[in-house]
Nanobody
Framework: VQLQASGGGLVQAGGSLRLSCVASGRALSSYVMGWFRQAPGKEREFVASVLWSGASTAYADSVKGRFTISRDRTKNTVYLRMDSLKPEDTALYSC????????????WGQGTLVTVSS
């Protein structure tokens, strides 16, 4: 599986952005897709995940109610809709994939930078 993320940019606090991650490869239905972020000087953290073959989702507490992860299987794309953005959401956002039932996120796309101004 290969992943290509896009959609980052500069937005004011309270605004919205939608990130996209296009996946290519075989057997995508066997994967869980996720978004992670890394802010300057901080460790990478989990943001959200979704089963490629189902609707099950998971979110970090810090983004619950503001971010929505979804996937469009016809376009092989996973989205991260980010609303009510805060300056602390500023980070490099990366998409990732792991096998269902696996523990390691073993496939990563390049990051896309999100900057939220106050």
């Amino acid at each position: 599986v290969q992943l290509q993320a896009s959609g980052g940019g500069l937005v004011q606090a309270g605004g919205s952005l939608r990130l996209s991650c296009v996946a290519s490869g075989r057997a995508l239905s066997s994967y869980v897709m996720g978004w992670f972020r890394q802010a300057p000087g901080k460790e990478r953290e989990f943001v959200a995940s979704v089963l490629w073959s189902g609707a099950s989702t998971a979110y970090a507490d810090s983004v619950k109610g503001r971010f929505t992860i979804s996937r469009d299987r016809t376009k092989n794309t996973v989205y991260l809709r980010m609303d009510s953005l805060k300056p602390e959401d500023t980070a490099l956002y990366s998409c990732a994939a792991k096998f269902r039932g696996g523990t390691n996120w073993n496939t990563w796309g390049q990051g896309t930078l999100v900057t939220v101004s106050s």
